[in-house]
């Protein structure tokens, strides 16, 4: 099974000091990615384009002040020293309430084989997906969503309308891969029920399945299966409260503007 591990107490990361502590920081929030080098040698080379991409970096309170490539943000020892950066986990559920899984494709650098919720990504600092303040961050987390149900699981954005996506909740937590990567983000959690059609990407994608509630609890008594951390952490939390009142309840869940640190 993957470690999760908790937030702990190190100096908070501010605009004032990113620089300091990161220069690989551009301090813009929209930007360029950075050339690959040596970190990624030896990994599958869509999988490394991608870590190019460019993360929205963060302070402890959800405040962008800066972007950096997702390889800068995903490795140890810059999250050791406080890193952080945006995240989005959508839960995507049919009309039988069955929640949709994705175990990750054994090419992807971080968490590769691991189950976990439906998608799980990033919003990236290019217009239209940033947001300072919660109501605009929500929107680019949105879009991003959309951006990337598309790209690992090919449903088209039609199926998944963005005023469909129901944001819940942030959580900041932290997590090693495998001691050279791992994950520190603030993570906008978004449901949606939708029933999609389904073209995987096999690069990103090694095996979806549609799931029960019940199903999914055995799934976690089963010691062959390793999750996600940052989806442990919100099954063990969470998500099956929030389950029990998709379709009855929910909007009691939303919206909510404390983030929780786990």
């Known amino acids: 099974?993957?470690?999760?591990?908790?937030?702990?107490q190190t100096a908070p990361i501010t605009a004032e000091n990113v620089l300091r502590l990161f220069p690989e920081i551009d301090t813009r929030v929209t930007a360029t990615g950075q050339a690959s080098d040596g970190d990624l040698a030896g990994y599958d080379e869509e999988q490394i384009r991608?870590?190019?991409?460019?993360?929205?970096?963060?302070?402890?309170n959800d405040k962008p002040i800066g972007s950096a490539s997702k390889?800068?943000?995903?490795?140890?020892?810059?999250?050791?020293?406080?890193?952080?950066?945006?995240a989005f986990s959508v839960f995507l559920f049919d009309s039988q309430n069955r929640l949709l899984l994705q175990q990750r494709?054994?090419?992807?650098?971080?968490?590769?084989?691991?189950?976990?919720?439906?998608?799980?990504?990033?919003?990236?600092?290019?217009?239209?997906?940033?947001?300072?303040?919660?109501?605009?961050?929500?929107?680019?987390?949105?879009r991003a969503a959309q951006r990337k149900l598309h790209h690992e699981l090919g449903i088209k954005a039609a199926q998944v309308p963005?005023?469909?996506f129901r944001f819940l909740t942030r959580?900041?937590?932290?997590?090693?891969?495998?001691?050279?990567?791992?994950?520190?983000?603030?993570?906008?959690?978004?449901?949606?029920?939708?029933?999609?059609?389904?073209?995987?990407?096999?690069?990103?994608?090694r095996d979806v399945k549609y799931v029960a509630a019940d199903q999914l609890k055995a799934m976690f008594e089963d010691n062959s299966l390793r999750f996600t951390p940052w989806f442990k952490l919100i099954c063990h939390s969470?998500?099956?409260e929030w389950w029990e009142h998709l379709d009855d309840g929910l909007e009691k869940y939303m919206g909510e503007t404390q983030i929780r640190r786990m």
């Open 71 to 86: 390889k800068t943000c995903h490795l140890m020892k810059n999250i050791d020293q406080g890193l952080l950066h945006r």
């Open 171 to 205: 959580i900041h937590y932290k997590a090693p891969s495998d001691g050279k990567w791992g994950e520190h983000e603030v993570d906008y959690i978004l449901f949606i029920k939708a029933d999609v059609e389904l073209d995987v990407n096999p690069n990103e994608v």
């Open 1 to 8: 099974m993957s470690t999760t591990t908790t937030v702990t």
């Open 238 to 240: 969470l998500l099956f």
């Open 50 to 60: 991608l870590m190019d991409e460019v993360c929205i970096v963060l302070d402890e």
């Open 105 to 142: 494709a054994s090419e992807k650098i971080t968490f590769p084989d691991m189950w976990t919720n439906t998608c799980c990504s990033h919003p990236l600092g290019i217009p239209g997906e940033t947001g300072d303040e919660l109501e605009s961050a929500v929107v680019g987390v949105r």
């Open 162 to 164: 963005l005023d469909q």
